[in-house]
T-cell receptor
Framework: TQLLEQSPQFLSIQEGENLTVYCNSS?????LQWYRQEPGEGPVLLVTVVTGGEVKKLKRLTFQFGDARKDSSLHITAAQPGDTGLYLC?????????????FGQGTTLQVKP | DAGVIQSPRHEVTEMGQEVTLRCKPISGHNSLFWYRQTMMRGLELLIY????????DSGMPEDRFSAKMPNASFSTLKIQPSEPRDSAVYFCASSLSSGYNEQFFGPGTRLTVL
């Protein structure tokens, strides 16, 4: 069974601080996606990484795919209250690619002004 | 271009009643997914379709749940009879199966069963 474990599960920080969220698995994925979900809405895709070691930046957010394509991290620099939400990682194209994604359990981030 | 459309956005019903949730995927997408999200269990995949055909329904909790996709632009998730433990937010998502399986989610239906 493929699993993605996210850590930490909850994070409460002050505006301006930096943070890193981790997403780990024992399985290899052909792609790794990060989503952000705000209260009352569905998850929204932030980024997709597909190459081992790949780094992508989205403003203050930096996403990295592990060299072995089993793990990923999301780093936020100078967090702002607008970054508050649930962050989900999801792996695609694992063994027996069936089109579905394996989601982590999520990291709830609260950024206090 | 319109995103994934779900209706209703909120549903309050009494135990034992039938509930039908509806989803219109993004035009051109050929995979459709139904998820349930709760605080305790997070985001759970219930069932997904590829080219209107159910591929994996192993996440459907029990026989009270059923899903159909009669055509490429419409899907339903039905609960009959509903129970209080079915209270959750139900999401529909669609994707292009030929890509990196990037999914686009609807706004969800918040279901409350009294």
């Amino acid at each position: 069974t493929q699993l993605l474990e996210q850590s930490p599960q909850f994070l409460s920080i002050q505006e301006g601080e930096n943070l890193t969220v981790y997403c780990n698995s024992s399985s290899v994925f052909s792609s790794l996606q990060w989503y952000r979900q705000e209260p009352g809405e569905g998850p929204v895709l932030l980024v997709t990484v597909v190459t081992g070691g790949e780094v992508k930046k989205l403003k203050r957010l930096t996403f990295q795919f592990g060299d072995a394509r089993k793990d990923s991290s999301l780093h936020i620099t100078a967090a702002q209250p607008g970054d508050t939400g649930l962050y989900l990682c999801a792996g695609g194209g694992g063994s027996g690619n069936t089109g579905k994604l394996i989601f982590g359990q999520g990291t709830t981030l609260q950024v206090k002004p | 271009d319109a995103g994934v459309i779900q209706s209703p956005r909120h549903e309050v019903t009494e135990m034992g009643q039938e509930v039908t949730l509806r989803c219109k995927p993004i035009s051109g997408h050929n995979s459709l997914f139904w998820y349930r999200q709760t605080m305790m269990r997070g985001l759970e995949l219930l069932i997904y379709f590829n080219n209107n055909v159910p591929i994996d329904d192993s996440g459907m909790p029990e026989d009270r749940f059923s899903a159909k996709m009669p055509n490429a632009s419409f899907s339903t998730l039905k609960i009959q009879p509903s129970e209080p433990r079915d209270s959750a937010v139900y999401f529909c998502a669609s994707s292009l199966s030929s890509g990196y399986n990037e999914q686009f989610f609807g706004p969800g239906t918040r279901l409350t069963v009294l």
